[in-house]
């Protein structure tokens, strides 16, 4: 009597196969998702940098038209905008890929920061300039983009720790390593000592 052929092994191997298939494309999808919102969030993060970049001009014109004042720290503040300027936009736009990028693109922007706020400390010393409309206008664009900026860096830091969480989780890691830099690690903002305050923007007399 002729024995039935069992399918019983080759039915096993494909299951085994089909849930293997189904769970590298859920966490190849699930790290688009997560990496596309890091994207988002990244642009983001630029924009009101950006906004911050085009106030300066503005800012340096109307300091450098007050009597006496300090060439210097208008100076430094051009020179610190200068150099975020300098980093190219592809340089900018792949950082979040590129750890070395972001810390290059970060540490200028924190430079011009901290330009900023010697600038605005000089500022006290002239009461005169702090009173005139230009600079009243300048205290509500300056104060609201500088708390834009660190709202937008605290965001960018959660997605970024999304990504990594989920990247750096048993099994997805070693899916997310078959694609090479594909799934790279999100590098984070460091905060700087007394980043959590904006810089003072009070020019009240």
Do not use: C
């Amino acid at each position: 009597m002729q024995q039935r052929r069992s399918y019983a092994g080759p039915i096993v191997v494909i299951a085994i196969a089909a849930i293997v298939f189904l769970f590298v494309v859920t966490s190849y999808n699930s790290l688009v998702a997560l990496g596309q919102s890091v994207d988002a969030q990244w642009g983001q993060v630029q924009n009101v940098y950006q906004r911050r970049a085009d106030l300066i001009p503005n800012l340096v014109a109307t300091v450098k038209g007050a009597a006496n004042f300090e060439s210097s720290t208008y100076e430094a503040v051009a020179k610190a905008r200068a150099s975020v300027g300098q980093i190219s936009p592809q340089a900018v736009a792949g950082a979040v890929n590129n750890p070395a990028d972001f810390q290059h693109y970060a540490a200028a922007q924190d430079q011009l920061s901290s330009a900023l706020s010697r600038l605005l400390a000089v500022v006290e010393n002239y009461p005169q300039l702090r009173a005139t409309e230009n600079f009243q206008t300048l205290q509500a664009q300056l104060e609201g983009t500088e708390n834009r900026i660190a709202f937008e860096r605290r965001k960018y830091n959660d997605v970024a720790r999304d990504f990594n969480t989920r990247r750096n989780t048993v099994p997805t890691v070693f899916i997310a390593g078959m694609f090479g830099s594909r799934f790279n690690e999100k590098p984070y903002f460091q905060s700087q000592p007394g980043a959590e305050r904006a810089p003072a923007v009070n020019f009240s007399p």
